[in-house]
């Protein structure tokens, strides 16, 4: 993803960039979190800086600082992006958009689980674009012109692709309570040897051996294992008693949590989040109606994210 432009003094993507790194006080944590290098966002910024003639950041301390010119600039830049997203979110309520067709591409579970109700909520909006929902469990089946627009993990090595970041997926390591009554309740990594695993195991995305936790790596065994090559049939597996999955996205598994079907486990050690992509071709991207349904789609997610992120936070204290 390109985040340069010629004019970058207007370009407003770059000044909300300049407020995350603000906010956050590192370049590292914003590039980790929208999918970009650290070595992208501060040339970027760095390239504001030189077009504007004004230092931006004082980056010669443990935490990246505004300067205090941008201070000033954050009060009155910022009010101008809240007007932009709100003015977005009126053009979409307000079924703005384009007609004719759109060919979707997805997973099999994500497709099942978060796509099909999406699709009849947009649909509402936009009667009159269609779509034409594609599943495949192998995403890089979607990038040889079968689709439009896909998702997947990413970024990828595709220059046929216009990527947009949309959210990091976290992934929660779990189990029924059936299974913990009767197998005991693992705490660290080490413990799992004395468990039953399910894997997912197909092409999504590939296997991952190790947990984190705070910067600590460590890797991990099972004393058996179930595999599968769906999502939604592991997560069947573990909801039948079946034994531990390590890796269930946050959106497969909030529901049970909730509901208190499944228990997250581990004391906060998991598997490396992932960055969840959507993409088009670059022919698909010049249509109103792509670009409508990408900014709708991108705006939804997050707003689902944040809220199911909340209900755990209140909840069990969860911080995610």
């Avoid at 759109?102 to 947009?122: K, N, W």
């Avoid at 649909?123 to 089946?141: G, L, N």
Wanted: charged share 25%; aromatic share 10%; hydrophobic share 40%.
């Amino acid at each position: 993803m390109k985040i340069e432009d010629n004019q970058k003094s207007l370009n407003l993507y770059l000044w909300s960039l300049l407020f995350k790194v603000i906010d956050e006080g590192s370049f590292s944590r914003v590039a980790t979190k929208r999918g970009l290098s650290r070595t992208q966002i501060s040339r970027a910024l760095s390239a504001l800086e030189d077009e504007i003639g004004h230092d931006l950041l004082i980056r010669s301390v443990p935490n990246v600082k505004p300067t205090l010119y941008a201070i000033e600039a954050r009060k009155r830049i910022e009010p101008l992006l809240k007007t932009m997203n709100a003015q977005l979110a009126s053009l979409n309520e307000a079924g703005i958009g384009d007609y004719g067709n759109i060919r979707f591409g997805a997973m099999p579970g994500f497709m099942q689980s978060q796509i099909v109700p999406m699709l009849v909520d947009f649909q509402r909006s936009y009667p009159k674009i269609t779509f034409d929902a594609i599943v495949d469990d192998d995403p890089h089946a979607f990038m040889k012109g079968q689709a439009d627009i896909m998702v997947f993990y990413g970024p990828v090595q595709n220059p046929l692709l216009v990527q947009y970041w949309v959210e990091q997926v976290e992934f929660f390591p779990c189990a029924s309570p059936r299974y913990l009554k009767n197998m005991g309740v693992p705490k660290t990594p080490e413990d799992l040897k004395n468990h039953s695993a399910i894997v997912y195991s197909g092409k999504v995305r590939s296997h991952c051996d190790i947990l984190e936790l705070n910067g600590l790596r460590k890797t991990y065994e099972f004393n058996s294992e179930i595999r599968f090559n769906n999502i939604l049939s592991a997560k069947s597996a573990v909801l039948a008693g079946g034994g531990i999955i390590l890796d269930l996205p946050l959106h497969h598994c909030f529901g049970e949590i909730m509901r208190g079907e499944l228990v997250p486990l581990l004391d906060g050690w998991r598997i490396t989040p992932l960055n969840h992509y959507i993409g088009c071709t670059q022919e698909a991207a010049k249509h109103k109606r792509i670009q409508v349904f990408i900014d709708w789609y991108i705006h939804r997610i997050r707003e689902q994210e944040a809220e199911m992120k909340r209900a755990l936070q209140t909840k069990f204290g969860m911080m995610i």
